[in-house]
């Protein structure tokens, strides 16, 4: 960002002094309904975590949970160790000093874009609150719109305020809720990449809802993939996608071809081959899940045989359909572009054990 002083300095915002955020056990009930049940995990200081999961799971009740919107029916929210919702203490959400962002953005709508930033700044003198401000504005790249009000910003601009407005009281945790989703894509990239270079320049611990595997393995430090209310399973980008906890999770990241087939001694005999298979029961069903990008596309002949059935150019890859004999569904690849594929092509299919994953 440029000084529009001509200094040609780039603006950053004011660093802070991150704080930890846990839950113990937390569960939060509505009547019978159990929209959290028994989570527990840590963000670390200036960790960006991703609640991830479908609509429904508990991750936006979560979120409120931690602002001091909602309380628990069970457990407790520390934070920096000190208990700020549980059995002892319930601590109200302005004395928290954890910052909202909404999914609607939840402007003022009779404030223009600069007071509606200076509204978190009340407790400042208000030509302090303005100098403030005017550069959190500058830093999202609202420098010439400062005046305009709510309806005169696009959802983008709206998104970009009510971020400055978030990060300007300087929260140690910032709080997300689907903070892109109204946006196009070309304005979601845009924005969501200021956003995380914000939140990296403060420091802020960051708790970020979204229902986007893709903008969650792109954002977060940790992904916290969430369904049912609980807690399916927490790590990084690479673990979560690599090592996914069951089937459920791994068709959360990606489609997949799902075989059905038979373990005998430690390893699982299907149509397409046989993988190997440690820890699961002799005799018993297992399913083989294979990425469509982990299935690679080689002359006739080679490897396993497959029939080109249908083929669609999508941009950088096709998506290409294959029989195989002994599968009644076909297999989707996709595929770098391939010159002459066309139906009825008979090709050679690859399929590496190290790709293969096993429920």
Known sequence: MVNPDGAGRRLRASAVIPASLSFENLTRRFGDKEAVLDVSFTAA??????????????KSTLLRLAAGIEVPSAGRILLDGKEVAGPERFVEPEHRGIGLVFQDYALFPHLDALENVMFGLG????????????????????GDRMRAMPHELSGGEQQRV??????????????????????????????????????????????????????????ADRIA???NGRLVQIGSSQDIYRHPVDLEAARFFCDLNEIEGLVRQGAVDTPVGRF??????????????????????????????????????????ELVDLAVQGL?????????ETPGLRPGLDVGVEISADDVLVF
Do not use: W, Y
Request: one cysteine or more; proline letters at 6%; glycine letters at 8%.
């Open 45 to 58: 200081n200036g960790e960006v975590i991703c609640l991830l999961g479908a609509s429904g799971c508990g």
């Open 123 to 142: 407790n400042l003198p208000r030509r302090e609150a303005l100098v403030i401000a005017d550069a959190a504005l500058r830093r999202v790249g609202l």
């Open 162 to 219: 009510a971020l400055a407005r978030a990060v300007v009281p300087r929260p140690r945790v910032l709080l997300m809720d689907e903070p892109f989703s109204n946006l196009d894509r070309r304005m979601r990239d845009q924005v969501r990449e200021d956003t995380v270079a914000i939140l990296r320049e403060t420091g802020a611990t960051a708790l970020i809802v979204t229902h986007d595997p893709e903008e969650a393995m792109r954002i």
């Open 225 to 227: 993939l969430m369904r």
């Open 276 to 317: 190997p298979a440690a820890g699961k029961a002799e005799g018993s069903r297992a399913t083989v899940a294979i990425r469509p990008q982990n299935l690679r596309l080689k002359p006739a002949g080679f490897c396993l045989a497959g029939r080109v059935i249908d083929h669609r150019f999508i941009g950088e890859v």
């Open 328 to 336: 009644e569904k076909p297999l989707r690849a996709r595929s770098v």
